[in-house]
């Protein structure tokens, strides 16, 4: 085991992971790496670390649910004629938006009743069910301070209704500091979250710079460069090479004596 010695002769140990996890900017940054299931599988090592994870709102700003089984419904569509959806629903007064939005609302209950849901700053949804109902509770309820929310193929989520529940929440007349979100991820595929981890470190670190450190400057910063780039690999292509200028045009020489043109 590698050890330390400081100018008494004293032996210490190297930092342990415990107390890495006790700076918070450590903490910060590699908490949106580890999944849900590694966290909770961590915290049930040692009651220190259990503490760390659990009361650490550091530990919780970036959740990613995608990839946890106990969000995602496992049935198949409704049938016409209904007897598949009447048979796998345990309450008749139940509608099929809260059917459809009941793994998620079962987590977030379990989150809210630990005092963690409050922390959660960039939540990720990307493939699950989300009704529209449940987005309007994301959105609007007190319970939650998401900023950033990713819902990108989004299954049981009417769209016509999200666009409702959207306008309803930058009305004129809402409440002050209201909405809490500001950037939502709606369309293209699901993909990695990195970009996501990589907004929400910078709408966190940003520093006064005027009206381009805003929030929305910066998320609008963050799609011209997705486009521009996706906009050069188009033009790369081999039938639109064509397009380029092939050559380059020289310029009279100038200053070499020779007598101007006169008509």
Do not use: C
């Not at 460069?225 to 064509?242: G, I």
């Amino acid at each position: 085991m590698n050890t330390q010695s400081d100018g008494a002769g004293i032996e210490r140990l190297p930092p342990t992971l415990l107390d890495l996890l006790y700076n918070s900017i450590i903490l910060r940054q590699t908490a949106p790496y580890v999944s849900i299931k590694s966290l909770l599988a961590l915290s049930a090592t040692s009651q220190a670390l259990r503490e760390i994870i659990t009361t650490s709102p550091d530990v919780w700003r970036h959740l990613d649910l995608t990839n946890i089984a106990a969000a995602k419904i496992d049935s198949s569509p409704i049938d016409v004629g209904g007897v598949t959806w009447r048979a796998e629903r345990m309450d008749e007064s139940l509608t099929e938006d809260d059917f459809y939005a009941g793994p998620l609302r079962g987590i977030f209950g379990r989150l809210h009743r630990k005092q963690l849901l409050k922390h959660v700053q960039t939540l990720i949804l990307d493939g699950l069910s989300v009704p529209a109902d449940l987005v309007r509770e994301i959105v609007a309820d007190d319970r939650f301070n998401v900023r950033i929310l990713s819902l990108r193929e989004a299954k049981n989520l009417n769209e016509t209704k999200l666009q409702q529940i959207l306008r309803y929440a930058v009305r004129p007349t809402r409440r002050e500091g209201t909405p809490k979100l500001k950037a939502l991820y709606f369309f293209g595929s699901k993909d990695s979250s990195r970009v996501l981890i990589n907004q929400q470190q910078r709408l966190e670190g940003s520093q006064a710079l005027g009206v381009m450190a805003s929030e929305g400057a910066q998320i609008g910063a963050e799609w011209n460069h997705r486009s521009s780039s996706a906009l050069d690999a188009t033009l790369s292509d081999d039938e639109t090479k064509w397009y380029f200028p092939s050559g380059r045009a020289l310029k009279r020489p100038q200053g070499l004596g020779f007598p101007p043109d006169h008509p």
